[in-house]
């Protein structure tokens, strides 16, 4: 049966931890859910579509104590979902998941031109 578990620490993330706590092992303490996508077809878009969703959705709960109304929760609860996203798609090791996935950032990261003179 094909499953993913999506992690992270129950401790406060910064960007310049992450990479050093998730290095090792799963930490103390960590969080995971089990997320199954043995029923989805990975070769399609909608298959990779609804599994980037579950990844998403479990990624949330997970990161959910994270979230806060302050600029620094906010930003906490953020490296915390885009870390858990990031090594649950790469867990998957699925080239269509990865390129939906990198579709749907690439969109988000595009400039916006805010005025022209022409």
Known sequence: MKTL????ATAVL???AMSAAYSA???????SLTVSFADLNLGTTAGAAT???R???AAAAVCAAENGTALQQKTQYQACMAFAV????????SPSLAAYVDDRTAKRRAPVRIASSR
């Open 5 to 8: 578990t999506c992690l992270t």
């Open 14 to 16: 910064t960007f310049a």
């Open 25 to 31: 092992d799963m930490p103390d303490g960590a969080k």
């Open 51 to 53: 599994l980037f969703g």
């Open 55 to 57: 990844i998403r959705a």
């Open 86 to 93: 990031s090594n649950a798609v790469a867990a998957v090791n």
